[in-house]
């Protein structure tokens, strides 16, 4: 039976979603729900964790820490003996979640589309996982709901792969996943036996990486179709906001994007710029842009996605030959060097961060020494069969570590995903301590 004394939390996610696009959005009176959060005294800029990815920031998000307390730092890692490169999922988070955190004061969540939570573990609630999550039955929690959201067609991800060379299609496919969250709102919601609810879009950034620029050019033949797709995600927003609406107090809600978004300027390949000044040296031809096996002993520095450089060092590496006095020498060398790249007379380096300055954690260990910061609009990238240091393949937006959309109804501010996670832990009464 629902009461007053429950108190309760909704946080709305929109992934990569600016807070200058959705203010232009809501006074064009394309999203007029989303209009009461995005034009609102509460509503402010946040800044990304760095590398303003997905995967950090959500799991940032979900753990109320930073990289260097969680361990995830990309959307990939290395096995340091073999070299296989694998897809960060669930297993690589290092600490407990905000929802295993309130599960052990009894308290239940529900969460939709959250990504990095694949493989979903059990947890006092119900969970399907978003982004990167290949299958159903390992996404959700309990396992008796992807019968359920099978019978319903639930849709995971949209086709990104057909959809970057077919834009009426990736239209399509994100109309579709947004029906597939709306109905998952639906089933998740109705029980009511939930303290905390969790709903993630992730349509924005899909969108923004094939057709940023149609966003804001009316001129652009897909800029009414954009336009269509938002009106969507903003009844499917305002779906969640009418439920809230409806909740007695005490009630809270929370609204955050993962990272802003930008025009792409070019992508910048950095394996191909470590190559070309002799620090990455490959053997054979990579199966693969993740194929880092063809990385030779006599390499001293290689990047994973999307500008982290890890020394090749004999410590770390079963390959390494790089000794600790080299690599303290190489890495500020390195620093130096690529705070000097340019791309078309414009700096592509915003900043280069060491990791004790980054992440000073118990992670810190399994870090990167290095993170590039890129100039808006230069999208860092990592791969071992690229040949191009610039160029571009596809895309038309990038992700911006500034001006991320985030919202609270009880007008706190948070700096990044992580103080947005204290928030929930502090709503519920958890220490925001490990």
Not at 3 to 23: F, K
Not at 114 to 128: D, I, K, Q, T
Not at 256 to 271: K, P, S
Not at 329 to 357: N, Q, S
């Amino acid at each position: 039976m629902q009461t007053t004394e429950r108190p309760r939390m909704v946080v709305l996610g929109l992934d990569g979603m600016p807070l200058s696009l959705l203010r232009e959005l809501c006074e064009a009176g394309v999203t007029p729900h989303l209009a009461r959060l995005a034009l609102s005294a509460q509503a402010h800029e946040m800044r990304a964790e760095l590398p303003e990815l997905s995967p950090v920031n959500w799991t940032s998000f979900a753990t109320a820490a930073g990289p260097e307390e969680h361990g995830v730092f990309g959307f990939t890692r290395i096995d340091p003996r073999s070299y296989a490169v694998g897809i960060v999922d669930s297993t690589a988070v290092r600490v407990p979640t905000i929802f295993d955190r309130i599960g052990e004061r009894g308290l239940s969540s529900r969460v939709v589309n959250l990504p990095n939570m694949y493989p979903a573990r059990p947890m006092r609630g119900m969970l399907v996982a978003g982004f990167v999550a290949p299958e159903l039955s390992r996404a959700v929690f309990p396992p008796f709901l992807a019968g359920q959201l099978r019978a319903m067609n639930y849709r995971l991800e949209a086709d990104t792969v057909r959809g970057r060379d077919n834009h009426d299609l990736l239209l399509s496919e994100l109309s579709a996943t947004l029906d597939a969250r709306l109905a998952a709102l639906d089933l998740f919601w109705r029980d009511m036996a939930w303290d905390l609810f969790v709903f993630v879009l992730t349509e924005p950034d899909r969108l923004f990486h094939f057709l940023f620029p149609a966003m804001r050019d009316v001129a652009h033949p897909l800029h009414g179709a954009c336009m269509e797709l938002f009106r969507h995600l903003d009844r499917v927003a305002g779906a969640l906001l009418e439920r809230y609406d409806a909740l007695p107090g005490p009630k809270r809600l929370v609204a955050l994007a993962d990272h802003g978004f930008t025009d792409l300027v070019t992508e910048v390949d950095m394996n191909a710029w470590l190559a070309g000044h002799g620090y990455l040296r490959l053997e054979g031809h990579a199966l693969s842009e993740l194929d880092a096996s063809v990385i030779t002993p006599s390499t001293t520095a290689f990047a994973l996605d999307p500008g982290r450089i890890y020394l090749h060092t004999a410590e770390r590496f079963a390959r390494g030959r790089l000794g600790a006095v080299d690599a303290m020498a190489l890495r500020h060398r390195l620093r130096e060097e690529l705070l000097r790249m340019e791309y078309a007379g414009r700096p592509v380096m915003r900043a280069v961060h060491l990791r004790e300055e980054l992440y000073p954690g118990p992670m810190a260990p399994f870090a990167p020494d290095l993170v590039c910061e890129a100039q808006p609009g230069m999208s860092l990238t990592a791969k071992f069969d690229g040949r191009s240091v610039f160029g571009l393949h596809g895309r038309s937006g990038a992700h911006a570590a500034d001006g991320a959309f985030f919202y609270d109804s009880a007008g706190e501010r948070a700096h990044t995903t992580r103080d947005a996670g204290r928030l929930v832990l502090d709503f519920f009464g958890c220490s925001t301590q490990y």
